[in-house]
């Protein structure tokens, strides 16, 4: 199970950041995509849309402004679900999701990850 997080970044005070951290002791694979190009634990934070193979889970770290620009690169990567981390709530792409049969869900990935509901 292979999850994407999208609006990574190497700051260590930034959730996705933890969130890549968290995912990796979950024995989870992870790929990133943010602003600036870096490393997180041996995961290389893209700058660029790689067309990654077997997205299960994105888990989103971009305000619902940012997202629109990405709304076609996440239906062409066809994950299974999207987690809207709080802060990136958008009811908007919600519609866009269902209409492709995508799962989505208002959560905290680390909330999820620390209750074992991931």
Do not use: W
């Amino acid at each position: 199970m292979t999850t994407l997080v999208l609006g990574a970044s190497t700051n260590i005070q930034r959730y996705s950041n933890i969130a890549i951290k968290k995912l990796l002791l979950n024995k989870i694979d992870v790929k990133a995509i943010g602003l600036k190009a870096g490393v997180v634990e041996n995961v290389l934070i893209e700058k660029h849309l790689v067309k990654f193979k077997n997205i299960h889970t994105i888990s989103l770290y971009i305000n619902k402004l940012i997202q629109k620009e990405y709304y076609d690169y996440i239906i062409s990567l066809k994950p299974k679900r999207v987690i809207f981390n709080p802060g990136t709530e958008n009811p908007d792409f919600y519609r866009i999701l269902k209409s492709n049969h995508i799962s989505y869900f208002e959560a905290c990935t680390l909330v999820l990850l620390s209750t074992n509901q991931y």
